[in-house]
């Protein structure tokens, strides 16, 4: 699902990562671990199609991402790829079902069945009654959920997560996980950067990054 081979990503001066190579299998489950600036939402970011590596080889669902134009990194983030943020990103203002009915438009889908869909993916996530809810009416166990339906509406193969319990209590965070790990039951590849040592262990695989390299 996903292959990163020798992979370099500098910012200017900063190295990012300085030659990672790892693999995930689909229908993985795997932490992403290490301390702050080790390069875990830089790796996620390649690993998502969102930016695209200094050097090496960086390949997601069977592409070749530097073989692909923008548009085509964008068609594959549509149809294979979803995202959970710590910050959840959800577009205030607009109703649930609209933010997770939203992360279809680039599928290609009508808008009537995008909001079917967005209402099925809610329902999902145990929030089938509170689609007209505005984010800001809702706890942040709530909008993560949401932020989980919007990821999981196009039924993507991998689901991508950056500390997506970090700014939970620990029963909202234990039900973002129990969502997650549905997921993987489901047969979806999920990666999950989290600083939770206690949530990491119970997870099959843990990669650990250190100075921009997998240390472990
Ligand atoms: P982590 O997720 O483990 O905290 P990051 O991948 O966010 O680590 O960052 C790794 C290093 O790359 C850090 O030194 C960070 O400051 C730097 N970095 C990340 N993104 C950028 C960026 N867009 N511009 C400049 N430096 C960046």
Known sequence: MIELRDVVKSYGAVTALAGVTVRVEPGELVAIVG?????????LHLAGTLDRPTSGSVRVAGHEVSALSDRGLSALRAQRIGFVFQQFHLAPGVTVRDNVADGLLYTGVARRERRARAAEALDGVGLGHRLTHRPHEL??????????????????????????????DTASGAEVMRLLRALHDDGTTVVIITHD????????RTIAMRDGRVAA
């Open 197 to 204: 040592r206690e949530l990491a262990a119970g997870l099959p």
């Open 35 to 43: 301390p702050s600036g080790s390069g875990k939402s830089t790796m």
């Open 139 to 168: 706890s942040g166990g709530e909008r993560q959920r949401v932020a989980i339906a919007r990821a999981v509406a196009g039924r993507p193969s991998l689901l991508l997560a950056d500390e997506p319990t970090g700014n939970l």
